[in-house]
């Protein structure tokens, strides 16, 4: 049933290496549906995003690429922070907006939501990182719990060295991209996932990684959220998803997290776009 006079819109904010294109079959659902909606991109990201020349110099040389230097190395969590927080006021002028987070997105979200409480009506973590008070999110993927994530071999270099996660968007190594797809569209038809690594940045900035943030319960404690858990991740597998969740509640128990679950792998905007349009559309009155 179409939704008229919305009185909250939504922002869909996207994870490492993606862009704002990666949700255009979830606005066309959630515009559909009369909601407003705005797709951003984030910092270092998208049209935001600057590229190694490595990439596409000829002849290739593997080498270049494991060693150069991000152009995105200056890329920091303060950046896009501040970034998502203009963003949110530019979409609402100043009104709450309910914000739709996906992976190292979810850092960034809570960023936001920390420095200005008032402008995010409700965060959502799509199967995202959803960082404890003062944690980086580069602390998260070689715990315990995420045990059986495949991103990491992924990488073509090392993100000490030249300030980003590299991965290899031109490779055509059918294994290696086999690794891609398993990684991040496991349930996605291999055509389809092919396209979109063609549209992925290669360069995610490390330093959104390596940015913490501070907690308070009158930021982002007191925002509502809710966690999207993706039982088919092997991106953030699902025991590191309910970690985020279990540490969230037990910091800010009077704010519990609401929990849905999609059986879906790492992408759902892509292989789920109807239920994930569905979780925003229920909390935008």
């Known amino acids: 049933m179409p939704i008229s006079n919305s009185p909250k819109p939504i922002l869909f904010l996207h994870g490492f290496w993606h862009g704002s294109w990666c949700w255009a079959d979830v606005l066309a659902r959630v515009t559909g549906a009369g909601a407003r909606a705005l797709a951003v991109d984030m910092a270092g990201h998208g049209l935001l995003a600057r590229r190694p020349e490595a990439l596409t110099r000829r002849p290739f040389d593997p080498g270049l690429l494991a060693t150069e230097v991000s152009p995105v190395a200056d890329v920091d969590l303060d950046q896009a922070g501040d970034l998502l927080v203009s963003q949110l006021e530019q979409l609402a002028g100043g009104n709450p907006v309910v914000v739709v987070a996906h992976s190292m997105g979810g850092a960034v979200l809570s960023r936001a939501a920390q420095l200005a409480p008032e402008l995010v009506a409700h965060a959502v973590y799509l199967t995202a990182f959803m960082p404890a008070s003062g944690v980086p999110s580069v602390a998260y993927p070689q715990l315990p719990e995420n045990e059986g994530s495949l991103t990491d071999a992924a990488f073509v270099a090392d993100p000490a060295v030249i300030g980003a996660l590299r991965i290899d968007v031109a490779s055509g190594d059918p294994a290696y991209r086999q690794r891609l797809r398993a990684a991040l569209y496991g349930d996605i038809d291999p055509a389809a996932a092919d396209a979109a690594i063609a549209l992925l940045t290669p360069d995610a900035p490390a330093g959104i990684a390596l940015g913490a943030t501070t907690l308070t319960q009158g930021g982002w404690g007191s925002v509502p959220r809710t966690y999207v858990r993706c039982t088919q991740d092997f991106t953030i597998r ?23 679950t999609l059986d879906s792998s790492h992408s759902p905007f892509l292989s789920m776009p109807g239920q994930v349009a569905d979780i925003a559309l229920k909390l935008i009155h």
């Open 238 to 260: 699902p025991a590191l998803q309910q970690k985020f969740i279990a540490d969230a509640d037990a910091a800010f128990p009077a704010n519990l997290t609401l929990v849905h």
